[in-house]
């Protein structure tokens, strides 16, 4: 997704068995970091991902500081159309 700045994020949503979401991103496009993100954000992926920080972006500062991503910080981010 484009973001306010004009960089792109990639955002991956991952559903788990009861069909909970989680949600990841990177800045640096690399889809592994996201889904495993996503994955972690839902329990299902062992250790917490290492993001380097590429921009000090809300959710880069947000994820190294252990709080949640506030997705809200990003406009476009509610506009995403998800597959069911």
């Known amino acids: 997704m484009r973001l306010a700045s004009g960089h792109e994020a990639l955002v991956t949503r991952v559903l788990d068995a009861e069909g909970r979401a989680g949600f990841g ?14 994955l972690y954000q839902l329990g299902l992926w062992p250790e917490r991902p ?3 920080p590429v921009m000090a972006h809300a959710w880069e ?4 500081a252990h709080q949640p991503v506030p997705w809200e910080a990003e ?3 509610s506009r995403l159309a998800w597959l069911p």
């Open 25 to 38: 991103f990177s800045l640096q496009l690399d889809a592994t970091e996201a889904r495993h993100m996503a």
């Open 50 to 52: 290492r993001i380097p």
């Open 61 to 64: 500062t947000a994820w190294g």
């Open 75 to 77: 406009p476009g981010f």
